[in-house]
């Protein structure tokens, strides 16, 4: 059973996980950008620390 699973899990992340893991990792969208920005922003408030 799991070399049956191991090889269709791999299939999966190679045909659709890593082409958009790689692409968020070299240019994230907006969208996330502005996110990452506003939750930075609240943890400085909430720890009261530069990241």
Known sequence: M???ETP???G???QGV???TT???TEPPISEKDEVK???DKTRKATG???
């Open 8 to 10: 269709n899990k791999e």
């Open 12 to 14: 999966d992340a190679k």
């Open 49 to 51: 620390r530069h990241l």
């Open 2 to 4: 799991k070399h049956k």
């Open 38 to 40: 506003k939750a930075e």
């Open 23 to 25: 692409k968020l990792k």
């Open 18 to 20: 890593k082409p958009d």
